[in-house]
């Protein structure tokens, strides 16, 4: 089992940044990667950025640029740094952990608000 919790999200005017943190803990030995996800209201979860326990980062277009996906050397935390943000980056805010296999097991945080306003 792996618990993840995030932490940092609230409201912040369009232009500005937040940081999001999930603190991991449990068997994070098993995870292949790690990715932070949003949900805004009336739409699918999507994918924001992804990192790899090798290092390797994965963003989506929306987020290229603008987001940094990041992780502590032990691998027990995991960042998103959220730069010129946007009215339509507001959202809930998931970590997700990801175990080795094929395929593998998701672990998913509560989720953390991010609210940007005009």
């Known amino acids: 089992q792996v618990q993840l919790v995030e932490s940092g999200g609230g409201l912040v005017q369009a232009g500005g940044s937040l940081r999001l943190s999930c603190a991991a803990s449990?068997?994070?030995?098993?995870?292949?990667?790690m990715g932070w996800y949003r949900q805004a209201p009336g739409k699918e979860r999507e994918l924001v950025a992804q990192?790899?326990?090798?290092?390797?980062?994965n963003y989506a277009d929306s987020a290229k640029g603008r987001f940094i996906i990041s992780r502590d050397n032990a691998g027990n935390t995991l960042y998103l740094q959220m730069n010129s943000l946007k009215p339509e980056d507001t959202a809930v805010y998931y970590c997700?952990?990801?175990?080795?296999?094929?395929?593998?097991?998701?672990?998913w945080g509560q989720g953390t608000q991010v609210t940007v306003s005009t």
């Open positions: 997700n952990h990801r175990t080795w296999g094929l395929p593998g097991y998701d672990y």
């Open positions: 449990g068997r994070i030995f098993s995870i292949s990667a």
């Open positions: 990192i790899s326990m090798g290092g390797a980062t």
